[in-house]
């Protein structure tokens, strides 16, 4: 029997295990010019005995800031932050991919050059707030995207894959869920476009697949993953039925041939078990819980053949060691919410490995 402590390949390589650090925004990127210190080395090195690290979403350009001090991988400076914290996992022994996000509409005006307004598939307002330097705001009405602007978009993406390459991961993750930009094309309460890009679920998934497509072309299929969350609400995502655009989706990025798909799962498991029907790469999944993060029980999901890795978010936060954990069967650290975003080493760097 396949356990989650088992090796597995991807992305060319041999992964130590298949337990997966998930994508986690801390929001800390103090460096010059939003890039990573040599805190975010350590912190990630410190968990670097996962099979694989997916770093916190990352913008791929200014206008993909959807929150304060979030790292981008669009600049010289960047990319030389980010090297180091590769370095650091490398050193480790672990595999570190970079999740690139961009935000769209899930934004502020003030985290944005010029103060430009956030973009969206269609000018359709979030509701709720966003949490920006001068507290919690209104989310502002996004500029829809022009297919000019569209390019750039998908163009933006490739080229933070290839800065990634450069600054030394091990391949890119598309965020295509919880409610940013690409998520936004994907539902059809925020894209009412009339083009080629809304409509039917074919037209809504093209941008994600054009963002998928182009970055694999940029930096290799093998080396490239997808994160989506079909029927997920956060960000006022509204999708009654999300298989047929998911579908779509996979069906489109079929021969490109992605590495990895990685399903927040928020609906049925009968969803989760239809795409990796659909899906011929590795699928990784970050299981639904009610009421508790992931934890131990989530590992027979490999061990059944749910899925061929599973990620972990809140308990990989508090627990630099988790595999060994895991393994162990515990004990865990307890995740403090109000060091999640922002703020210094506490609830970073400091949470306990278990004694030697
Ligand atoms: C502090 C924090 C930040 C997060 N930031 C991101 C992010 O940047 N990108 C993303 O795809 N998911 C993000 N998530 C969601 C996690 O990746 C994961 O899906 C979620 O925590 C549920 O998994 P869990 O039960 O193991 O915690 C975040 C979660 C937490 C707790």
Do not use: C
Request: aromatic residues 6%; glycine residues 12%.
């Amino acid at each position: 029997m396949t356990t989650a402590f088992d090796p597995i390949d991807l992305g060319g390589n041999r992964l130590a295990n298949r337990i997966v650090m998930a994508p986690m925004t801390r929001s800390r990127a103090y460096g010059p010019g939003l890039s990573p210190t040599a805190r975010t080395a350590e912190y990630y090195a410190q968990r670097a005995s996962a099979g694989l690290i997916v770093t916190e979403g990352t913008q791929p350009s200014a206008t993909g800031q959807g929150y304060p001090d979030t790292p981008g991988l669009h600049s010289a400076e960047q990319v030389a932050g980010w090297r180091r914290v590769t370095d650091a996992v490398h050193a480790g022994g672990g595999r570190i991919f970079v999740q690139l996000m961009h935000t769209g509409r899930i934004g502020h005006s003030s985290l944005l050059p010029g103060g430009q307004r956030p973009v969206g598939a269609s000018a359709v307002r979030a509701k709720g707030s966003v949490y920006t330097a001068a507290g919690a705001q209104k989310f502002e009405e996004p500029r829809e995207l022009t297919e000019e602007d569209i390019a750039q978009t998908v163009e933006d993406h490739a080229a933070a894959a290839r800065n990634a390459v450069a600054a030394g991961f091990d391949g890119v993750e598309v965020h295509a869920a919880n409610g940013y930009l690409v998520h936004q094309f994907l539902a059809p309460n925020s894209n009412l476009r009339t083009d080629g890009w809304g409509g039917s679920p074919e037209r809504r998934a093209r941008f994600a697949a054009e963002v998928v497509t182009a970055v694999a072309d940029a930096i290799g299929a093998e080396r490239t993953g997808l994160r989506i969350s079909p029927g997920n609400p956060l960000g006022d995502i509204d999708e009654p039925d999300p298989e047929p655009t998911y579908t779509a989706l996979l069906r489109a990025l079929e021969p490109v041939g992605p590495g990895y798909l990685h399903v927040v799962e928020t609906g049925e498991r009968s969803l989760t078990l239809e795409l990796r029907k659909r899906f011929a790469g590795v699928l990784i999944l970050n299981a639904r819980t009610q009421g508790r993060p992931s934890g131990p029980e989530e590992l027979a999901l490999v061990e059944d053949g749910t899925a061929d890795m599973v990620s972990y978010g809140a308990l990989f936060l508090a627990n630099p060691d988790l595999p060994r954990r895991l393994r162990a069967g515990g004990p865990f650290n307890t995740p403090d919410r109000a060091t999640y975003y922002g703020g210094d080493d506490r609830g970073y760097t400091d949470y306990p490995a278990l004694d030697a």
